[in-house]
């Protein structure tokens, strides 16, 4: 179930980053095939997940801690569905913003250029994707993602109807922020920690020299106000 979840969100992170893309200079037909790949393989995913959790969690004979295990790993994947039900619905509305059948239809100039076929690559764990869609896919591909979003609400709808799991009522394993201070994070911004701390020691030093010549002008000041009374 875990190693489901984890490939759920990292698809759905995935999505969600190809989907800001849309009506910016990087956005194509391949923009929209990825998209819709993406979208499908979350979607599978999602099902998977649906369909564990839920025979798990309908199980009597699991134990305590371990019901407890699974309903936290079932709000997570609640919450992750309902990111991807909000992208989707994104991707919607941009889609009909800017269709790619329409020339004369500004695209948002967002300064950013390049393609998104490695995010796609790493969502759908291939290394080389190929594009055979028709050229109206963005029209095409419209109507099958309102029919997909329509299909992940009533997903939605039927989890809550069989598993009933307050998220409010489940506890969190970790402290807020947890995930930040793990080996797996400081090894990975290591050097951006190194970083950090170099230029805060900087600073510390940049502020002790800048009191010592800011005192040092105040007593000179001080001292040429004192030899300007004293002459007149």
Same mark, same amino acid.
């Given at each position: ?69 699974? /309903?936290?790993?079932?709000? &997570?994947?609640?919450?992750? *569905?309902?990111? @991807? $039900? ?6 919607? %509305? ?37 594009? /055979?869609?028709?050229?109206? &896919?963005?029209?095409?591909? *419209?109507?099958? @993602? $309102? ?6 609400? %009533? ?78």
């Amino acid at each position: 179930c875990k190693a489901l979840l984890d490939a759920l969100n990292k698809v759905t992170a995935c999505y969600r980053h190809m989907v800001l893309t849309i009506g910016g200079t990087s956005d194509s037909q391949n923009l929209r095939e990825e998209l819709k790949k993406t979208r499908q393989k979350a979607q599978e995913l999602a099902v998977a997940n649906r369909n564990k959790l839920t025979t798990v969690l309908k199980d009597k004979t699991v134990s305590k801690e371990d019901k407890a295990e699974f /309903e936290r790993l079932w709000v &997570i994947f609640s919450t992750c *569905l309902e990111i @991807l $039900e909000i992208d989707m619905r994104r991707a919607l %509305e941009l889609g009909h913003e800017f269709p790619l059948n329409v020339p004369k239809k500004h695209l948002i100039q967002t300064g950013m250029s390049g393609g998104t076929s490695g995010v796609a690559a790493r969502a759908m764990s291939v290394q080389n994707m190929k594009y /055979e869609a028709e050229h109206n &896919i963005d029209v095409v591909d *419209l109507k099958d @993602l $309102e029919n997909e979003i329509n299909q992940v609400g %009533e997903m939605m709808y039927e989890m809550e109807m069989k598993v009933n799991v307050p998220q409010w009522t489940v506890e969190a394993k970790q402290d807020p922020g947890a995930e930040l201070k793990s080996t797996i994070s400081v090894g990975a911004s290591s050097i951006g920690m190194i970083s950090v701390e170099e230029n805060k020691s900087f600073c510390d030093i940049s502020k002790v020299l800048a009191g010592i010549v800011f005192s040092a002008v105040l007593i000179i000041a001080i001292v040429l106000a004192v030899c300007v009374v004293k002459l007149s």
